[in-house]
C-alpha cells in the first residue's frame, strides 16, 4: 500500500488513477496537484482525493509515490521541481506518450541526485479529455509500457508495476527508444494519417462528407482528439514520426502502382497478406491478458 | 409489393436484401441466383428465397425487379445476358460500390432494347463477407446512393427508391460520376490507407504491433476486408482513386511540414480545424434519418 500518492494533473489519465487508487485501497492519502484550485475542487468533494494544491513541492514533499500526469510537454518541465522536493524513499512516475526525453531529463537529475524513476504510459487514451470523463475502470485490458534503464532500482520498478496491475492493466517493458519507435508507428502515424484523411475529403469537396460510412468514421475517429496533446505528442516525437512516415510512404506507392499496373493477382496477395497481419492483431486482443513484467 | 423478385448474388448484401424483403413481405416470390447450388440452399431451407437456380436468364426471365448483387466486377459482365432475359416492365437495379461502369454498360445496352435501370449503392458492407453474416436489418440507418440518369422512368427510381426505405435506409441520389468521386474519397482512400498503416508497421518492425491500442485497431478495421472484393473496387475506380490520394498525400505534406516547422499555434489550429469537421460529421450521424429522395 501507497502511504501518501500525489497525482500531479488531474486531467483523463490522472483523475482515474486516483480515483482507481481510491476504490481499490491502493493508498491511504491521495494528494492532487493542479493548476488552479477550482478544477481540483471535484475531486475533493467526490471524496476521491484527500488534499489538493497549486503547490508542486508542497504536495509531493511527502509523497511516497509520485505520478505525474499532465500533458507530455509539461511533465519535462515540472520534473526539476518534483525531483528536488519529493523525499529520498520516493518513485516518481509518470504518464507522457512519449519516454526519451522524459528518461534523458530524469537521468540528468539522477546525476546530481540519486532518485527512483519509471518512465510510464499507459496507452488508454480517449478522444475525451479532463477530470470529467475519467474512471476507476480506465486501464482495466490496457497496455502500461514501463521503459526502466539501468539506474532504475528494481523495488521501484515492482512498485510501479504492482499498481497498474492492481488497475487491471497489462505491463510491458520497453526501452525508451523502441517505445518511441513503436508509438509512432501504431499510434502517432494513424493520428496525423486520420487528420490527413478529414482533410483529404475537405479539399475534394465537403460535400462528399455526405456519403461517410462506418469504415469513415471508425479511420477517423482520432481525428477528433484534443489539437493541444497532439501537437506536443508530434514534436516530442517527430524523428520517430518521420520513421514511420517514410515506411508509410512506401508501403501507401507500392500498393498504388500495384492497382495502376492492373495485375489482380499481385494486388489480391498482397491485399491478403495485410489482411492476415491485422487478423493476427484481432485474435491477440481476444486472448486472454498476461503480465510480461519480469 | 414485388411479383417476383431476382436477386443475383447471395452474400452479404444479396442475402441481406433477400431475408428483408421475406421478413417485410415485400416480394411475393423471391428467387436466388449464384454460381453453386450448395451455395444457394442453405437460403431456401431457411425460407428466406422460394425458389434457387445457376441459370441467370431463367432466374430473371419472369422478374419485375431484379436486384444485382455479386460484386462489383462481376455486375458489368452478368448486366448484358441478365438485359436480353428480363421482362420488358423489368426494373433491374445493382449494388455494385461504383457506379460509373455499371451506369455506361446500362445505357449502352438501353440503345438497343430500351429497359428501366437503376444504378445503386447500399453503404452497408462489413469487413466479413457471404450469404452467413446477411441479416435482415442491416441496411437499417444505411445510406443508399442511387445514381438515376436522364434515361431512367420516374417509375423505376420510385419502385427502388421504396424498397431501400422499406429496409430503414436513407436514400440519396446522385449522378454517378460524382458518386464515384465522393466513395473514392471516403471509403475507397481510407480502405487503402488503413492497408498501407498496417503495412507500415510490418515494413518497421512486427513486434511494434504488440503496443497496437484502441487507435490503431480503429484505424485499420478495414484493411481486414476481402482482398478480392477491395482489388476490384480499386480498380474499377482507379483515377477517382488517384485524385483521392493526390488530396491525401498534399494533406499529409502539408501537416508533417507544419509539425516539422515547430510552430505550436500553427499546428494546433489546423489540428481543430479538423477536429471540428470529424465533430461536425458525428452530429450528422447523431440527428434523425430524413431521406433526400426526391
Redesign the interface.
Known amino acids: 500500500v501507497i502511504c501518501r500518492l500525489a497525482v500531479v494533473g488531474l486531467g483523463l489519465l490522472g483523475g482515474s488513477v486516483a480515483r482507481l487508487a481510491r476504490a481499490k485501497g491502493l493508498a491511504e492519502h491521495i494528494v492532487a496537484i493542479g493548476r488552479s484550485p477550482e478544477g481540483l475542487e471535484a475531486a475533493r468533494r467526490d471524496g476521491v482525493v484527500d488534499e489538493i494544491t497549486t503547490d508542486l513541492a508542497a504536495g509531493v514533499r511527502s509523497a511516497d509515490l509520485v505520478m505525474l500526469a499532465t500533458p507530455v510537454a509539461v511533465i519535462g518541465r515540472l520534473l526539476p521541481e518534483a525531483w528536488r522536493a519529493a523525499p529520498p524513499d520516493c518513485v516518481l512516475t509518470d504518464v507522457g506518450s512519449t519516454k526519451r526525453t522524459i528518461v534523458r531529463i530524469a537521468e540528468s537529475l539522477a546525476a546530481s541526485r540519486p532518485l527512483a524513476f519509471v518512465g510510464g504510459h499507459p ?3 480517449s478522444e475525451r479529455s479532463g477530470y470529467g470523463v475519467s474512471r476507476a475502470d480506465l486501464f482495466r485490458g ?2 502500461v ?1 514501463l521503459t526502466p534503464t539501468d539506474g532504475t532500482p528494481a523495488e521501484a520498478l515492482k512498485r510501479v508495476s504492482e499498481l497498474w496491475e492492481a488497475a487491471g492493466a497489462r505491463v ?1 517493458i ?1 526501452d525508451p527508444d523502441t ?1 518511441d ?3 509512432a ?3 502517432h ?25 462506418r ?11 484534443d ?2 496533446m ?2 506536443e505528442i ?2 516530442q516525437n ?1 524523428d520517430a ?5 517514410g ?2 510512404r ?3 506507392d ?3 502502382q500495384l ?2 499496373a ?1 495485375d ?1 493477382a499481385a ?6 497478406r ?2 492476415a ?6 485474435s ?2 481476444a486472448a486472454p491478458e498476461r503480465s510480461s513484467a519480469p
Chains 1, 2 share one sequence.
Open positions: 496507452m488508454a487514451g490496457a497496455l509500457v510491458v520497453m517505445h519507435r513503436a508509438v508507428a501504431v499510434s502515424l494513424p493520428h496525423l494519417v486520420a487528420d490527413a484523411l478529414v482533410d483529404a475529403v475537405l479539399r475534394l469537396d465537403p460535400g462528399f462528407l455526405g456519403v461517410a460510412a469504415g469513415f468514421r471508425d479511420t477517423t475517429r482520432i481525428a477528433a482528439s489539437p493541444q497532439w501537437r508530434f514534436q517527430r514520426l518521420q520513421e514511420a512516415l515506411a508509410f512506401a508501403a501507401l507500392d500498393l498504388e492497382v495502376e492492373g489482380a494486388v489480391e496477395a498482397e491485399l491478403a495485410i489482411k497481419a491485422r487478423e493476427r492483431l484481432e491477440r486482443a
